[in-house]
Structures are given as C-alpha cells and as structure tokens.
C-alpha cells in the first residue's frame, strides 16, 4: 500500500466534503424558494462570500432548500463513505457516484473536481510504481524528504482559497483577485508535484517494510 499517496488523497477528499457541506448550508439559508435556473450561487449576499462571487454551483433540483438538504446529505455520505473505507478500491466508485450527485445538487463546482482527483489519486494507492523505481536512489531520497513541506503547502494553497481569501478581503478590505488566482495556482500546481514526490516517499517506504507486508 502506498500510504503516502493515500496520505494526499484522503487529505484532498475531506476537503472536498467539508467544501460541499458548506456549500449547502449557503443553499439551506436561502430559503423554501425556488431556483432561478439550473446555475446559482450558494451565497449571493453574503459579503464573506464577495471575493468568491457567491460560490457558484449547479442544481437539477428547482428548489434553494431542498438543494441545500441534498447537497449536506451527499457530501456527508461522501466523508463518511471516505473516512470508513480509507479510499480502498471497492469504495471508489461510490466515491466517483456521490461526487456526481453533488455536483447536480449544489455541492458547487471546486468540491466535485477536488474530490474526483483525490479518488483518482486513490487508484495509485497500491501501485507498484515501477517506473518511478527507476530513478537514482538519491533522488528517490531528496524526493521523500521534500514531501512533507509540499504537502503542506499544497494544504496551505487550498485553505488560503477558502476561508483564507474569504477571511482576508472580508477582515481587511482587501479587493483583489490575486487572492484568490494565487492561492489557485498554488493549490492546483502543487498537487501533482505532491504526487510525484510521495512517489518517491512510498517507494523507499515499502522498501523498508517486510515482504508480506507489502503483498
């Protein structure tokens, strides 16, 4: 098992349901009223909210409240199917199943595409990872000790994109979209290189581990 891999991806899909959870509270707060088409915001007065314009989403259902319900219902499905199973394989299309019902019911858009690549990086969990044992030795070392400070600003990238632009433009009236494109470009950019270096990370773990364990 690549526990590294994992390590990212789990940390990514709990994003990803806490996200879509808040997402619905917005919708739930809305009101017993219905939509206005298929595309809403989840906050669309909410001054927190101005520097994500609102938190957009989308809904098949023509009604802000029940929208709301579901799209907490699914997004905690979605966390507590994660946090049962620890993304093993036979959870994964369940995973991939209530991603998609919470992108028709609300969940917004950014939880969906954040939760649909920690699954896809779940499926590298217990790759043997043969051509990245190709690598020098010591660059499979470099790599592994770098892992730990990308990591967390990969995290950092993502939590700076909310709450923490939401925090900054709303506390220090700062009204700037580099607070947002930046922490994006962070957050997005660092998740492969993550990836890549906890390759390396899993590689000279699983070296370390006794062979029945790794079978």
Known sequence: MNRTTLTLALALAILAGIMGIEHGIGEVLEGNRPTEGVFILSWPDAAFFEILSGEPAMTIVPNYLITGILAIIFSGIFL????????????????????????????GFGPPILGTIAVLIALKGNSQLRTWRKL????????????????????????????????????????????????????????????????????????????????
């Not at 994660?82 to 019911?105: A, D, N």
């Open 80 to 107: 507590a199917v994660l946090l049962r199973y620890r993304l093993v394989r036979k959870s994964i299309p369940i995973l991939f199943g209530l991603l998609v019902l919470m992108l028709l019911t609300g969940g």
């Open 136 to 215: 020098p030795l010591r660059l499979n070392l470099v790599f592994k000790k770098l892992w730990p400070l990308v990591f967390g600003l990969c995290l950092a990238g993502w939590l700076m994109m909310f709450p923490g632009a939401a925090l900054v433009s709303y506390f220090a009236g700062v009204d700037s979209a580099l607070i947002m494109v930046i922490p994006t470009l962070v957050a997005f950019g660092l998740i492969p290189i993550t990836l890549v270096l906890g390759f390396s990370r899993d590689i000279l773990l699983r070296e370390q581990e006794p062979k029945t364990l790794q079978d």
